[in-house]
């Protein structure tokens, strides 16, 4: 190449070298854009996704509550004068109930308004009554305004959920009803309180008395067996399988069966449940502790491949170190690599638990899905779980459903993000740097 043509081939090969560069520029842009794109759509599906949640279940934790003056009848409540317990519990409150609401709207007389007049108050506001009666006698011949729980429909009207100017037949509260409803507005004898009973109460079949409560203990005795049996096998089997299991195509085989059981959906650990611990064994159905079985076999995968990456984590030098000072293999692990990779183990147990939280198929393949009214006491009573209580929620016709259903997923999400807090603190609270 001569002298007058090699600086224009350099020439030439600079401009190839720079267009090549302002491509790959141009490409590393386009890639930095996508990915803040979809970035972006994420969170704004996200954020669509919790707006509505919120927008629809906010209203469960208020209630709406109207005041009547009730006449505390002795006649009715105790007719014998003993105020003996069982006979006032087996009073009929309902009665006078229905005579403060014939007295505070005299002009409704025929049958048919009548029952719609004692539709306002919750069909449950007698046993309110009952027990505000077996705790307090002196009640009995007095005349009080009490305020009383008021019908889901009461509920949903007030809070706005209903069109007044729709067509009566299109609304599920007459026009009367929405008469009776303006009338004790303007009395001020209605008014939204906080919902205690959505987190004391169990499940109900009327709306406005179900709570969460019954299921909360329920997921909370579930996941107690599943912690106390999966926590130590799974960091037991990835202490054996990390530190002391020779390595050889059997081990290498249970390492590829831990790995695809992590994958197994979950329907498949319930059928499991089903065969071996109900049909099998005779263990109680729709118990926490047959969902704590069935969750613990889910949930060991999980611990098991975290707490082994925990382990793998911690240098060799720490082994190297312990194992020249003369401890064993066990005092090695026990004192030295075990203590140093907790965080991980404890960051991989909350997730499982976390997951096992929010699983409902393999609880309902064991009977979890039963409709629980009573709290339960102990790991064998009949129970159910927060996720199963929205799944049975979610398929209730009743208006007043949907605000328990998105206010069940609040309390559920609430729960998730704790523990995932929970387990990004103990991470930074305990990790050690080396």
């Known amino acids: ?49 919790l707006g509505s949640i919120v927008r629809e279940g906010h209203g469960a934790f208020w209630q709406t509550y109207l005041q009547l003056d009730l006449d505390f009848d002795a006649v009715v409540i105790d007719p014998a004068g003993t105020r003996d ?123 406005e008395r179900a709570g969460i409560w019954g299921a909360v203990v329920g997921s909370a005795l579930t996941l107690a067996v599943t912690l106390v049996l999966a926590f130590p096998l799974g960091v037991a ?44 064994f005779g263990l109680p159905r729709s118990a926490p502790l047959v969902g704590g079985l069935v969750l613990t076999l889910m949930t060991l995968p999980t611990i098991i491949i975290a707490s082994r990456a925990a382990l793998a984590a911690v240098p060799p030098s720490i082994r190297e170190a312990a194992l020249g000072m003369g401890a064993s293999r066990m005092q090695m692990v026990a004192h030295h690599v075990l203590p140093l990779a907790m965080p991980g183990v404890l960051t991989g147990t909350i997730i499982g638990m976390a997951r096992a939280l929010g699983e409902t198929a393999p609880l309902l393949m064991i009977g979890m899905v039963a409709f629980i009214v009573d709290i339960p006491h102990g790991f064998t009573d009949p129970a159910t779980a927060l996720p199963v209580q929205i799944y049975l929620w979610v398929d209730s016709p009743e208006r007043g459903f949907v605000e328990r259903t998105s206010a069940a997923i609040i309390v559920l999400l609430g729960f998730l993000i704790a523990m995932n807090a929970l387990a990004v603190f103990l991470r930074r609270r305990l990790e050690r740097r080396y």
């Open 1 to 49: 190449m001569s002298e007058t043509s090699q600086p224009a081939a350099t020439r030439r090969t600079i401009e190839i070298l720079n267009a090549g560069l302002a491509r790959r520029r141009r490409a590393e842009r386009r890639f930095h854009a996508y990915g803040l794109l979809s970035l972006s759509a994420a969170l704004i599906f996200l954020f669509v996704l």
């Open 85 to 207: 317990p069982t006979a006032l519990a087996q009073a009929d409150y309902d009665t006078l109930i229905k005579r403060a609401l014939a007295a505070r709207f005299p002009d409704v007389q025929e049958r048919k308004e009548r029952r719609e007049l004692y539709g306002l108050v919750s069909p449950g506001a007698g046993f309110v009554l009952r027990d505000q009666v077996t705790a307090q006698p002196s009640l009995i011949g007095t005349r009080r305004a009490t305020w009383l729980l008021a019908d889901d429909e009461v509920d949903m009207l007030v809070k706005g959920h209903y069109d007044r100017s729709a067509p009566a037949s299109e609304r599920r509260v007459s026009d009367r009803e929405v008469a009776w409803i303006d009338d004790l507005v303007a009395a001020k004898r209605i008014e939204r309180r906080f919902n205690t009973g959505f987190f004391t109460a169990g499940d109900s079949r009327d709306p």
């Open 237 to 280: 089997t990835a202490v054996y399988l990390e530190e002391f299991a020779p390595r050889n195509r059997w081990t290498d085989l249970i390492e590829v069966n831990i790995n695809n059981l992590a994958a197994v959906p979950s329907i498949v650990f319930g059928l499991l449940g089903l065969a071996v611990f109900i049909n099998f």
